[in-house]
């Protein structure tokens, strides 16, 4: 027993070397993934709740690696987070998306909203706002149809901080939204802090919504919350009929989701708005 117990430790370090290995492989490739245009953006569409009808789109971080292929966010933003590399990466792709929607904009002449996710560092770079500036510059974009998505955990931690760099960007004249809101702990004393537009509630409460009668009073919560502050609110994550009618009897005021779309090849956006069956 003694010698398989040591064996099974053997096995478990050299599992553990090999994924630190492939962990400081995947760092390597992603410092030079910009350079090799290796990044690319998807756009999931979002709906106003009401009519409903596209506002605009999300812009999701994709790596075609030539190494390791096709990589989800998920797997490589924390490596970009790690190195710092999410600083130049954040910046690409603030200026990708401008670019991208302001070229789809001239394309179908009509305009969109883009929402674009930050990180906690690079919110605190000071290079940030000059970022924004001269992405809007440079493609004409009024800032209002900018809107900055922030996970909701920014608001528990160095708040001061925080706060400050919000506020920062704010001025520009974009949009602030917080991103999974709900499964956090922030309060209505923390989001009345903070100089907010939006909420985008987290999908766990969306996706249970209609199954689970504490989720749905969640999300009753936090819509009511956030209209007696002034403060939009976005669902996340539907998926089904049933989802959508829920959120939008609740007074949501917009809708993002597989239902309506996936996120979309920056490519492929013209034929799928085109397919769209609007009035
Ligand atoms: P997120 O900002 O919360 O983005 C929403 C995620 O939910 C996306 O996953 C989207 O594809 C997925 N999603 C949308 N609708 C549905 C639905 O109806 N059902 C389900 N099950 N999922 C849905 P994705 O594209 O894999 O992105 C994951 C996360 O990676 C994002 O979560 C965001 O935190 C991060 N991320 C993506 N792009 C960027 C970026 O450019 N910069 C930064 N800093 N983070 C990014
Ligand atoms: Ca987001
Ligand atoms: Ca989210
Ligand atoms: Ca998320």
């Given amino acids: 027993a003694k010698a398989n117990g040591r064996n099974r430790f053997h096995v478990f370090n050299s599992e553990m070397a090999a994924a630190t290995i492939a962990r400081k492989r995947m760092k390597e490739d992603l410092s030079r993934a910009l350079e090799e245009h290796e990044l690319e953006l998807y756009y999931q569409p979002l709906f106003s709740a009401q009519e409903p009808t596209l506002t605009g789109f999300e812009a999701l971080l994709r790596w075609r690696s030539k190494s390791a292929g096709f990589v989800m966010p998920s797997e490589f933003i924390p490596l970009a987070e790690e190195t ?3 600083v130049a990466i954040g910046e690409w792709v603030i200026r990708e998306a401008c670019r991208q929607v302001g070229h789809l904009e001239r394309q179908l002449g009509r305009e969109f909203e883009i929402s674009i996710n930050l990180s906690p560092r690079q919110l605190l770079h000071d290079k940030l ?12 974009r009024r800032p209002s149809s900018l809107k900055m998505e922030i996970t909701e955990n920014i608001l528990m931690t160095d708040s001061k901080l925080n ?6 960007i704010r001025d520009l004249g974009v949009r602030i939204a917080i991103d999974d809101f709900g499964i956090g702990f922030s309060s209505l004393s923390y989001i009345s802090r903070f100089p907010v537009d939006w909420i985008k509630i987290d999908k766990s409460f969306i996706s249970d919504c209609a199954n689970d009668p504490a989720s749905l009073a969640v999300v009753r919560a936090i819509i009511a919350m956030a209209h007696s502050l002034g403060i939009h609110v976005t669902a996340e994550g539907v998926e089904t009929s049933d989802q959508l009618s829920i959120v939008t009897n609740e007074d949501c005021d917009a809708i993002q989701g597989y239902y309506y779309s996936r996120p979309v090849p920056f490519s492929d956006l013209p034929r799928w ?4 069956a609007e009035p």
């Avoid at 706060?163 to 920062?168: D, F, P």
């Fill in 273 to 276: 708005i085109k397919s769209l």
């Fill in 129 to 140: 706002p000059q970022v924004i500036q001269e992405a809007l510059e440079e493609n004409c």
């Fill in 84 to 86: 710092g590399l999410i």
């Fill in 163 to 168: 706060q400050a760099a919000i506020l920062r």
